[in-house]
C-alpha cells in the first residue's frame, strides 16, 4: 500500500482549498455544514436521532454537487476522507470568520 501523499492536515491543506478554488462549491459546502449542523443539533435537542444520517447526507450532498457540476473534480474525501472532514470544518470556520478570502492570497490560490 503507498503512503499517504500528505502526512499532516498543514501539508493537506493548501491541496484541499485548491479543490475548492471556486466559490459557488465553497458556498454550497458551507451550506451543507451549516445544514448538518442544524440537523445534528435538532436530534439531540428532540432526542431523534433518525437526524443524524440526515445530517451526514444533507451535509455531504452539498458538497459532492459542489465538485462534480460546479468545481468539476473529484471529492478529497475519496481519497482523504479525515484530512477532508477537518479541511471542510476549517474552511467553514473561514468562511463563517471571513478569512477564505486572505486565505487564498495567502496559498495563492486563484479564484475560479
Not at 471556486?22 to 449542523?37: D, E, I, K, Q
Not at 447526507?57 to 457540476?69: D, L
Not at 468562511?95 to 479564484?111: D, F, P, W, Y
Request: with cysteine; aromatic share 22%.
Amino acid at each position: 500500500m503507498a503512503e499517504p501523499k500528505y502526512k499532516t492536515f498543514r501539508e493537506f491543506w493548501p491541496f484541499y482549498l485548491s479543490e475548492h478554488a471556486n466559490g459557488v462549491n465553497r458556498w454550497l459546502h458551507f451550506t451543507g455544514s451549516s445544514c448538518a449542523l442544524v440537523l445534528a443539533g435538532a436530534a439531540f435537542y428532540l432526542q431523534n436521532f433518525w437526524l443524524l444520517p440526515a445530517a451526514f447526507v444533507c451535509g455531504y450532498a452539498f458538497a459532492w454537487v459542489g465538485h462534480f457540476f460546479i468545481e468539476k473534480n473529484t471529492p478529497a474525501t475519496f481519497t482523504y476522507p479525515l484530512k477532508s472532514f477537518a479541511g471542510d470544518w476549517y474552511m467553514f470556520f473561514m468562511i463563517l470568520t471571513g478569512q477564505i478570502n486572505k486565505e487564498l492570497r495567502r496559498l495563492q490560490i486563484s479564484e475560479k
